[in-house]
């Protein structure tokens, strides 16, 4: 095992999260800019820049990139543990979402277009997989508990989610589409570059390092360009619902996969742990991925957004998601220490089942918010208060379920394990993207209806999970 530098030695696990953090934060910088963007880019007129989808199809096609991200993150992370080692592929996976977003910044159609987002989402899902092992692994140097070394990793990657929706939609507005994904591409080059000041000490002698088969490059070829044919060529609406089978089937596959990799029956167990908490996952992200599509669009079309007459882009919203989580999150790292130490910290379901029902408060607001929305726009404090509640839900679930990966999975498949829990965000994402297919994301009534079913579904699937986990609990007392 390589030592940690003179700059990481004496506390090595605590100081290589940190750097690993500011890496990430510029990537979520490069991910969180375009996101920011998208739908709105979609949708916007020809005249201005636009493509001129209608809202359905926008929605679509965000669902369609956003699931491709987490879908990546299973050959990525398959790449990581077969061939390049999780250190390595970070260098591929940060390349690959920088020249994503330059095709994105001087793309002339649909067809290219969707070329830069593959590009991107190849790259986001592989750095995805590949990262996560890597704090695992400084935790466990540093003798520090899994969930306390993934909420100081979360407060930091969401730095960037902070920035990228600011500058990126500021320069948008200011200079075009294309500014505002050239500086995306920007952040993932600073993000290389800091991880370049530590990415010789974070090898291990358990790291593969060879170079994947032809076949294997081929096929990553042959993704992009059936990217960019299925974009230009199949309405965007019949092409999620396709994929959303694969996805599917590739999860079931994903999970059957890391039942025969568990070599005891505790691992079994364990995975049989994970599949439960997964699920819940997919539940809490078809709302959280509103943020991109539905939520943007209430924001965009019937939110008031002048602050002493100046106007401020309706992507700026979406900053809100990961600053409540910067402000929040250090509190819950001390709040989960704290009864730790007086042996009453929740158990996981418990968390996700409290993080389910908050976030479906969240919706609830949003659809309040759209219902009475007068002719001059609602105002801006109901997204407020939504991003608020899914910000806490998050932290509740989301950091949770990163160390729930690194933690039941079978010690030789961690990082096919990571990309697969990513797949959860991938669903939500497919079914935030249908939401336009569902409702009439044109008027507030139809925003309003959507809010509120996803509000009541979130409420549902938490009250099971706080069930669960009240019977559990009573079953070992009994024990």
Known sequence: MTSAPAAVQGSPGARVVLWLSATELWERFTFYGLRALLVLHLVAAPAAGGFGLADADAAAVYGLYAATVYLSALPGGWLADRYLGPVRAIWLAGGSMFAGNLVLAVASGLASFGVGLALVALGAGTLKASIVPLVARAARREGRSLDGAFTIFYVGINIGGIGGPLLAAALATRYGWSAGYAVAAAGMVLGLAIYSRIAPHLEDSGDPARMPPPPVLGAVVAALGAAALLVATVPPVVLIKGFLAVVLTATVGGFVYLYR??????????????????CGAVVFWTAGE???????????????????????????????????????????????????????????????????????????LAAAGAFGAPAGGASPFWLVGTYLLIAVGEILLSPIGLGAAARYAPASRVAFATGLWFLSLGLGGLFAGLTGSLFDLGSPSGLGAAFAWIAALLAAAGMIFLIVSRRTRAALAAG
């Open 261 to 278: 990799c568990a070599a005891t029956t505790q691992e079994r167990s364990n995975v049989v742990t994970l599949a439960g908490l997964f």
């Open 290 to 364: 509103q943020a991109a599509a539905s939520l943007t669009l209430f924001a965009a079309r019937f939110t008031d957004r002048e602050v002493f007459g100046v106007e401020f882009p309706a992507a700026w919203f979406q900053s809100l998601y990961p600053g409540f989580v910067v402000l929040l999150a250090p509190l819950f790292a001390i709040a989960w220490l704290r009864l730790a130490r007086r042996g009453a910290d929740p158990d996981a379901v418990a968390k996700f089942g409290v993080g389910l029902v908050v976030g479906g408060g969240g919706l609830a």
